[in-house]
């Protein structure tokens, strides 16, 4: 069972037909902070359905972000780790910046739900 994750998720061609790809996020997998978030995913209930819908909000978080999961776990604990409070509001605003750009660009065409779906994934991985 563990090959399913990795199975081809299904894509529409410009016509609507289904056409198969690669799991475009299985390059994330590598990622060590990624493989310590989906850990912890999976001791949650219906984690099967939960992981490969992560995965491929945070393949396109990482790039509308142009940043590896890596660098902006690092980007935010920087902001855990510095004492001097206006440091760790500059290292957490980086990321919130992102993080609301992301979801002001799917409200603004209309994607309600998704803009919650992306909050929630994205608060789970940091």
Same mark, same amino acid.
């Given at each position: 069972?563990?090959?399913?994750?990795?199975?081809?998720?299904?894509?529409?061609?410009?016509?609507?037909?289904?056409?198969? &790809?690669?799991? +475009?996020?299985? !390059? !994330?997998?590598?990622?060590?902070?990624?493989?310590?978030?989906?850990?912890?995913? #999976? #001791?949650?209930?219906?984690?099967?359905?939960?992981?490969?819908?992560?995965?491929?909000?945070?393949? #396109?978080?990482?790039?509308?972000?142009? #940043?590896?999961?890596?660098?902006?776990?690092?980007?935010?604990?920087?902001?855990?780790? !510095?004492?001097?409070?206006?440091?760790?509001?500059?290292?957490?605003?980086?990321?919130? +910046?992102?993080?609301?750009?992301?979801?002001?660009?799917?409200?603004?065409?209309?994607?309600?739900?998704?803009?919650?779906?992306?909050? &929630?994934?994205?608060?789970?991985?940091?």
């Amino acid at each position: 069972m563990g090959n399913d994750m990795l199975k081809d998720w299904r894509k529409r061609s410009k016509r609507g037909y289904f056409v198969s &790809t690669s799991s +475009e996020y299985k !390059l !994330l997998l590598k990622d060590e902070s990624v493989e310590k978030w989906i850990s912890n995913l #999976k #001791k949650k209930a219906g984690w099967r359905t939960t992981v490969p819908s992560f995965l491929r909000t945070l393949y #396109k978080f990482t790039e509308y972000s142009s #940043k590896s999961p890596n660098e902006l776990i690092a980007i935010a604990s920087t902001a855990k780790k !510095l004492d001097q409070p206006e440091e760790l509001t500059s290292a957490t605003s980086v990321i919130t +910046e992102l993080v609301q750009g992301f979801i002001n660009e799917l409200l603004s065409s209309g994607k309600r739900e998704r803009a919650r779906h992306v909050r &929630t994934c994205l608060k789970s991985f940091f």
